[in-house]
């Protein structure tokens, strides 16, 4: 693994050197992951002129959300309480013989800037722009692996939620099930806050659990991911609960599953991201709900939940072989609940067997 993590940390050092500067800081805290191995919270990294340094406000705690770094980079905790490890990685590579820093200007705080120029008065200040995420785009297998492990244990969780009594229980505490169900199941966390939402909720995107009880006939909308070894999945389904569904529940389903279905079909290198959300837009749009659609059908999903390419109307650029991406319409009915059907794949060309599903918990429309 550390080769792994070398080889990309090397190209980052040959694009810095290639614009002309002679050492690099990353903060961003998930590509010092991607870098390291590792994250501990502030920590950030000198690609310097002799060695890599992952510098530290604190020592390392051994948390597994937090990862180990590689044995090739050489970590430093700071002596003082409270320093700033991207302020002392630019002193250090001052004192390594660096005349040119490249630095995450899109992440550095105006403050933070400042007080770079004002440590190190005579290095010169480049923009490294958005080169990590650039490199982190298209996924190696060893990453695409814990993906495939996070999806694993995001249905496992979910299918044992299924398997229990739902009704009068409240959006909270189901969530807490699911997040507990995710640990036991080895993520170090959940991916993002879990969503849980019945009755009038249900289809809310982003929707935050409250204390309402699942009751008979509701709509049950749940999103959820898992966080392992710092690669982050994304699930959503809708189930109904005690009851067979009416009939106007059956239409609304079908026509998300269709929409889903769309987007899943068209993922394929080559195909440009805003025609992904196209499609999928397409079918709520002929049914006359395109409007309760959100700004994007999918995003791109790695170290982060929400990383590029975006699925959207207003998307530049194409899909790559072995990029994760999610696919997650929906619509919501304000006053009667909606459906949101929401998948993990990895864009595969066709010779290959198409898009890989990761998350493969059932998509027909339960009644629990």
């Known amino acids: 693994m550390s080769e792994l993590y070398a080889v990309r940390r090397t190209r980052l050092r040959d694009r810095a050197a290639g614009a002309g500067s002679t050492a690099a800081l990353i903060s961003r805290p998930a590509n010092v992951r991607y870098l390291t191995g590792c994250a501990p919270p502030g920590a950030a990294l000198l690609l310097g002129p002799d060695e890599d340094v992952l510098l530290c406000g604190s020592p390392l705690s051994g948390d597994p959300s937090e990862g180990r770094p590689v044995e090739d980079v050489r970590v430093s905790v700071l002596p003082t309480r409270g320093a700033d490890p991207v302020v002392a990685g630019a002193d250090q590579a001052v004192r390594a013989g660096a005349d040119t820093l490249a630095v995450e200007e899109h992440h550095l705080t105006v403050t933070r800037h400042r007080a770079l120029t004002q440590v190190a008065p005579r290095l010169r200040l480049t923009d490294l722009a958005c080169a990590v995420e650039a490199q982190r785009l298209v996924k190696d297998d060893d990453e695409i692996a ?91 389904r809708t189930f109904v609960i005690g009851t067979t569904p009416s009939d106007w529940q059956i239409e609304l389903y079908d026509l998300v599953f269709a929409a889903q279905r769309a987007g899943r079909e068209a993922l394929a290198p080559g195909v440009e991201c805003r025609e992904v959300d196209r499609v999928t837009r397409h079918v709520l749009d002929a049914a006359g709900y395109g409007e309760r659609l959100g700004p994007w059908t999918g995003h791109g999903v790695g170290l982060e939940i929400d990383e590029d390419p975006q699925l959207s109307p207003a998307a530049m650029g194409k899909l790559d072989a072995c990029v994760p991406v999610t696919v997650e319409p929906g619509v919501h009915i304000p006053g009667r609940g909606g459906v949101r059907i929401d998948d993990t794949l990895v864009v595969r060309p066709e010779a290959d067997g198409g898009p890989e599903l990761l998350t493969i918990t059932t998509k027909e429309l339960l009644a629990l």
């Open 146 to 236: 814990c993906l495939r492990i996070a999806a694993e244990i995001a249905d496992q969780a979910l299918g044992e939620l299924l398997e229990s009594i739902l009704v009068g229980r409240t959006e909270r505490h189901l969530a807490l099930e699911l997040e507990r169900r995710l640990v036991d199941h080895g993520a170090d966390g959940p991916a993002f806050a879990t969503s849980v939402a019945t009755g009038p909720n249900a289809g809310r995107s982003g929707h935050l659990p409250t204390d309402r009880r699942v009751e008979e006939g509701d709509f049950l909308s749940v999103g959820l991911g898992a966080n392992y070894r710092g690669y982050r999945c994304e699930i959503g």
